[in-house]
């Protein structure tokens, strides 16, 4: 007899209790709560026989992309190909998924749970698994039309409708459809009000389009439930750019210091990735951020030659560059151009397209050697999806080569740039600045006083 999970979706094995243990465990994964690997775990040590159980565990840790991670992938992936015999052809398509994905071809991983999907449309899971490592690979197009190809078929009636609302409004969001985006969003709050990446999803709407103040709302009325989950650490960051994008860098040092590194620091790499990111943007700015730099350098440092992953090389670059690594980052470069060369892997072309120019010029920064570093990156800023995570997580990119546009007095270039930041966000205090400190390097004090009045009335305001 074939069982079916709460979906519809068959499950090759004829155990009930098995498959509500990985249900609540799928649900942990999507509201980023308790402790998912865990409890399927416990589900598999009372059901080593578990297809599904197994394929799910392999999946979730997937989306970790970390080296110490790695050896507990391979090894479940192993235990679900142990009983490819007894998979249903669902499972099987899982079990393609992941073999791809640990033989490195991520692009491929993804058109094999696009063929479970196309088959079992409510398969919440490989919809799920599609999303976000589009996400991961910088996929802007597939983020959104992965859900837009099931979405007709779901609604209300269908268990976990609300997160693939969620996955939509983010889909939407880095497609520039804001207003459906935010739509999507809040209609999944309105059905699961602490589903954290739906908080996620419109506080991105209202990062693209300026709405500072009405973001630092929008997240301050619902942090008692956002910030209990393990989401908390990448939400935290997001508010953080709410007051940077204002000038309140008193506000952006509590959040860091009391939120975004607390001494409950788990080993998970976003916690690193957006202390990183958030330092450099300071950084930038001219913000003395003291002594910061040494822990966080000290977590990335272990890392530096794992090369899985390009984003997460840029922003251990950014720590060790910033904290006078030099050996810890010629370790880095040196593992990346040996990667670059030898492997086929998907994240090769991610490293030699954008992830290697942006460390070069992330040291090209910090030696002021300025013109070199906007040569770097005016050459593949158009091609800077590549390097996988959302618009706001890439726009330190562009951050990067307009302030050494500046500091290299090409001010022309430097005026482009910021006249373009600004066409896209009006509100914004650090736009407005870069518009002043360009026209002021050209000689024009008059315009230059104005963008600057411009900016001061903006953080009165």
Known sequence: MTLKDCRGMPVSYNSHSAIVGMEK?????????????????????????FVMGHCFKAAWLTQTLETRIYDKLVSTLKSAEALWSKANEREQGHINAIRAWVDGDFFGAVLHWEKVLTRYPFDLLALQLIHLTDVLLGDVVGQRDCVARVFALWDEDVPGYEFVLGFYSFGLEENADYMQAEEMGRMSLAIRSDNPYAVHAVSHVMEMQGRQAGGINFMKDREASWSKSHFANHLWWHLSLFHLDVGQVDRVFDIYDNSLRTAQQTADKYEELDAAALLWRLKLLGVDVGDRWVSLADKWEPSAADTLYAFNDVHAMMSFVSDGRSDAAKTLLSANERHIHHATDANTAMSREIGLPFCLALQDF?????????????????????????????????????????????????????????ALKKTSVQNWQYVARAHKGLGDINKAKKAEARAQSLMAG
Not at 41 to 48: G, T
Not at 385 to 411: N, V, Y
Request: hydrophobic share 40%; aromatic share 6%.
């Open 25 to 49: 465990a799928h649900i942990c994964a999507m509201d980023f709560s308790g402790d998912p690997i865990g409890m399927i775990n416990k589900v598999l040590e009372d059901h080593p026989d």
């Open 366 to 422: 910090e030696n002021e050697e300025y013109s070199t570093c906007v040569d770097r990156l005016l050459a593949v800023r158009y091609r800077t999806h590549r390097l996988g995570g959302s618009h706001a997580q890439r726009d330190i990119i562009g951050w990067t080569l307009l302030e050494a546009a500046l500091r290299a007095k090409r001010f022309n270039v430097a005026l482009a740039l910021a006249n373009e930041r600004c």
